[in-house]
């Protein structure tokens, strides 16, 4: 909080939103460039090991 309202201070209330936004926005892009196989993936590995453990335990 006291980061957000220091730089409100400095910017301007409006300006500070737009700016952390865009770099919000620019942070979530450069990620999606940097690490691709992120985007692709529909779950972590090691979730999918546990869940089949899981119905593997049920069904015994």
């Known amino acids: 909080e006291f980061e957000s309202g220091i730089t409100a201070g400095w ?3 409006v300006r500070a939103i737009l700016l952390g936004g865009a770099a919000t926005l620019a942070v979530t892009g450069l990620w999606a460039v940097l ?3 992120l985007s692709k993936m529909d779950r972590f590995p090691h979730h ?3 869940e089949r ?4 335990e049920r069904k015994a």
Request: net charge negative; aromatic share 8%; glycine share 8%.
């Open 11 to 13: 910017l301007g209330l």
């Open 35 to 37: 690490f691709p196989v």
């Open 48 to 50: 999918d090991k546990e």
């Open 53 to 56: 453990e899981k119905r593997e």
